[in-house]
């Protein structure tokens, strides 16, 4: 069975950083494009981030590029996401997805919340 | 930057058909994925590659996708089918969603 949890949400200060992680289990986690996808309270879905397999390639919505960071370690099975520099508006339960190119393969983890409040 | 539309809210009877439409700039030439979201839950896939329904997903659900509209078809729909439906489609290597539709069973 496919799992994803995330973890290392919470309450952090305007300005601050967090670092995310999804641990994966069930599939063959390097061979699969993994991504980030946020939702804030109330509000629809927001693609964050995307990283291919190997982890060499690596793309960013406009709202966060040049504050977050993706990243992947094969040995782990985990994906990371380092934010920094964060702002209420980056409020929201971030959610971890494992997909592959036909879009058959699409599963999402629980969600983290993360809280930018002062 | 690429935009995805939809209807906020869609009501229907329980065992009428429910449509749900996904506007965007020549969508039809992209491929379309619906996702459902029930309260307090993750995002779970219903249809991809416009038409196509994941192992595990009722054959009520059914999907299109031309010109600039994909539309997403309930048919027979159940009380349980009542949810949050969000369309998405890549633009580029990125990832774009519709605002999201609520599907309203009464």
């Known amino acids: 069975e496919v799992q994803l949890l995330e973890s290392g949400g919470g309450l952090v200060q305007p300005g601050g950083s967090l670092r995310l992680s999804c641990a994966a289990s069930?599939?063959?986690?390097?061979?699969?494009?993994m991504s980030w996808v946020r939702q804030a309270p109330g509000k629809g879905l927001e693609w964050v981030s995307a990283i291919s397999g190997s982890g060499s390639r690596t793309y960013y919505a406009d709202s966060v590029k040049g504050r977050f960071t993706i990243s992947r370690d094969n040995s782990k099975n985990t994906l990371y996401l380092q934010m920094n520099n964060l702002t209420a508006e980056d409020t929201a339960v971030y959610y971890c997805r494992v997909y592959d190119p036909t879009g058959a393969f699409d599963i999402w983890g629980q969600g983290t919340m993360v809280t930018v409040s002062s | 930057s690429y935009d995805l539309t939809q209807p906020p809210s869609v009501s229907v009877s329980p065992g009428q058909t429910a449509s749900i439409t996904c506007s965007g700039d020549k969508l039809g030439e992209k491929y379309a994925s619906w996702y459902q979201q029930k309260p307090g839950q993750s995002p779970v896939l219903v249809i991809y590659q416009d038409s196509k329904r994941p192992s595990g997903i009722p054959e009520r659900f059914s999907g299109s996708n031309s010109g600039n509209t994909a539309t997403l078809t309930i048919s027979g729909t159940q009380a349980v089918d009542e949810a949050d439906y969000y369309c998405q489609a890549w633009d580029s290597s990125t990832v774009v969603f519709g605002g999201g539709t609520k599907l309203t069973v009464l």
């Open positions: 069930g599939f063959t986690f390097s061979s699969y494009a």
